[in-house]
């Protein structure tokens, strides 16, 4: 991915299996969130592929890439404020739900019961999660604590039923009780849906640590290290791009 002379992202290729998790670490501006921009249809590449589930999606938009089963937080939070925490979740559940604004007029009870289930749903998401978003679901989102708002953007990712999860710096603004219990959040959702795949970026090594098997380490936009986090830990290179910082 280029923006004009600057190479953001490149040649991090990589694969991912059902139900495995990939952190992916690196120095500020090293390209972890274009990646992310690059697998969502934010932005279409300049140059190389994206495949998921079988299909190219290469800069698909990404309202197609939501519906074809991958959800994302964003690293800066993109609630709505002045909606309430359980109407955030519902939003995120439009490409799951069929009714529309010609069901609400033709259909109305179905449309109704259709609303009941999501509402539902929303909750039980909100209940499921580490706090207390479920107490909180009908506070405006922008009243929310730093962690609940980060909590809320998972919750919201969830509601589109991804096999794919992204969540950009979930910890950030997180103190080490919250990050813990993010991690067991994570935890939790494999436990539940075996088969969700995760892409994690993260500044915090407590969390890479809880998620040791695959990491990926990418510093200038490429790939400098891969492996276990003890493997990559341990790379001269990573230690350089850190300490060189
Ligand atoms: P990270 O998430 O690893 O901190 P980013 O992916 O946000 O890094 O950014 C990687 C590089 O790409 C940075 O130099 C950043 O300034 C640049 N960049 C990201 N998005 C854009 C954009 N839309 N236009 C121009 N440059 C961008
Ligand atoms: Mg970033």
Redo the contacts with the bound molecule.
């Keep these: 991915m280029r923006?004009g002379g600057?190479v953001?992202v490149n040649n991090v290729g990589f694969s991912l299996a059902k139900g495995a998790v990939l952190s992916v670490i690196?120095p500020?501006?090293?390209?972890?969130?274009?990646l992310f921009n690059v697998i969502t249809g934010v932005y279409k590449p300049t140059a190389g592929t994206v495949t998921f589930a079988g299909a190219e999606i290469t800069g698909k938009p990404a309202y197609d890439v939501v519906e074809r089963g991958i959800a994302r937080t964003f690293q800066s939070s993109r609630l709505f404020g002045d909606l309430s925490v359980l109407d955030n979740v519902i939003i995120g559940m439009h490409t799951r739900t069929r009714t529309g604004v010609l069901d609400a007029l033709f259909r109305p009870a179905a449309s109704k019961r259709e609303m009941a289930a999501c509402v539902a749903k929303a909750e039980a998401l909100l209940k499921a999660g580490s706090g207390d978003l479920y107490d909180q679901r009908y506070r405006p989102a922008g009243a929310l604590a730093q962690a609940d708002r980060r909590r809320l953007e998972i919750a919201r990712a969830l509601a589109s039923e991804p096999k794919l999860l992204l969540l950009d710096e979930p910890s950030v603004g997180m103190d080490e009780t919250e990050t813990d219990a993010l991690v067991a959040d994570i935890r939790r959702l494999r436990v539940e849906n075996p088969e969700l795949a995760v892409i994690l970026i993260e500044h915090d090594m407590r969390v890479v640590e809880a998620f040791p098997d695959n990491v990926m380490c990418i510093d200038y936009g490429s790939k400098i290290a891969e492996g276990s986090f003890a493997t990559v830990r341990s790379d001269p290179r990573v230690q350089e791009a850190y300490l060189g910082k």
């Design positions: 923006f600057l953001a690196g500020n501006g090293a390209g972890k969130s274009t």
